[in-house]
């Protein structure tokens, strides 16, 4: 830790990042967090917000609105800052235009002087955290995103709905692209520690293996389900922020599916893609190998070549 006051910087107060804020409030996250947005005042409106709340909350955090000079001490810089797609922009042009937003924010972070972590959340997740790992030169290590940890969050809780087993007690993950791209190794889910397959397939026929299958195309289109029904997604992802932000501030050696840069893991190199990694306070400690089937393993390489033809498209100087 940089200091002995835990001390976060927000860049982004949208909805994704002021919902990561609230949650952190009232989690008692940090001792000290730091809201900056290129809307000065809608950074200050927040900040006033978020502090006539403190009377209720159960913590004595302070909150301001400030500026990139304040992450020289900080812990993390959590970045939930992006632009949105505009009517007829293509993926690549949207791309393109956030990485100038991250241009404009990574340089005064690092000039600031901040030797912490930074946890990236803007979309496409796994390619602005490259982006962001490009600009700061920091170790790996320290820059990861929010990956899959959202939609493994969904996967247990619907694993453990159709089973009827506490989600805690669910170990699956979705790997690869925060996006259309991403999967579940099946082969790699457990209940306890008893694979999913085996409960299905010694249930007779009481869980079926095709049905539980189903349930990653639910956890896959859930974010546009929810954009359908509300136009954006945010409390999940401001609460999965927080989750990441306790392990790294706790120590807690979590497994999480950040995103994170593969050096050799999975057979891939120099892509970032959500997999199960330890989470503690010098960042992604170590990446977690799962043994993956050959087809689970086919379907990784073509979700990490989708991320590589964006990255690349991209063409960072
Ligand atoms: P939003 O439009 O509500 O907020 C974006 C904020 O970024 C705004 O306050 C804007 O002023 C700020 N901003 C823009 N350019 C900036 C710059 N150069 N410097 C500083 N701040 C700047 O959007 P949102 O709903 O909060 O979503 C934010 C991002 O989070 C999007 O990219 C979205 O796709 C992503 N997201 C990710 C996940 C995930 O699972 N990783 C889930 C939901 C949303």
């Known amino acids: 830790m940089c200091s002995n006051k835990r001390k976060i ?9 002021m919902s990561f804020a609230y949650s952190a409030l009232n989690r008692a996250l940090c001792d000290e967090l730091v809201l900056v947005d290129i809307d000065k005042k809608r950074a200050l409106g927040e900040a006033m917000d978020l502090n006539h709340g403190l009377a209720f909350a159960g913590s004595s955090m302070k909150i301001y609105a400030g500026e990139y000079d304040d992450c ?30 991250f241009q404009s924010i990574i340089e005064p972070v690092v000039r600031s002087g901040f030797g912490g972590i930074f946890l990236v959340a803007t979309n496409p997740v796994d390619i602005m955290t490259r982006v962001t790992y490009q600009l700061s030169g920091f170790n790996p290590n320290r820059v990861f995103g929010t990956g899959t940890t959202l939609d493994t969050a969904r996967l247990r809780y619907l694993l453990g709905e159709y089973f009827s087993v506490d989600p805690r007690n669910v170990h699956a993950y ?15 889910a457990m209940i306890a520690t008893k694979s999913v ?75 970032y893609a959500g997999v199960p990694c330890i989470v503690n306070a010098n960042g992604v400690n170590r990446v977690i190998e799962l043994s993956l089937t050959e087809e689970e393993q086919g379907q990784f390489d073509r979700s990490c070549d989708i991320l590589e033809e964006s990255y690349e498209g991209m063409e960072l100087s």
């Open 197 to 271: 397959i085996d409960v299905c397939g010694q249930s007779g026929g009481r869980y079926r293996l095709e049905e539980v299958q189903g349930l990653s195309v639910q956890v896959r289109d859930a974010a546009q389900q929810i954009i359908a029904a509300k136009s954006a997604t945010y409390y999940g992802i401001g609460m999965a922020l927080v989750r990441i932000c306790r392990a790294v501030l706790g120590n807690e050696n979590s497994v999480l599916t950040v995103s994170a840069r593969l050096r050799g893991e999975y057979e891939r190199r120099g892509v």
């Open 174 to 188: 979705v790997i690869g692209e925060h996006g259309d791209s991403e999967f579940v190794p099946w082969s790699q």
């Open 72 to 101: 020289a001490d900080a812990d993390i810089v959590v970045i939930c800052a992006g632009v949105n797609q505009k009517p007829g922009e293509s993926r690549l042009d949207l791309l393109k235009r956030n990485a100038a937003v």
């Open 9 to 17: 910087v927000l860049v982004g107060t949208g909805m994704v990042g």
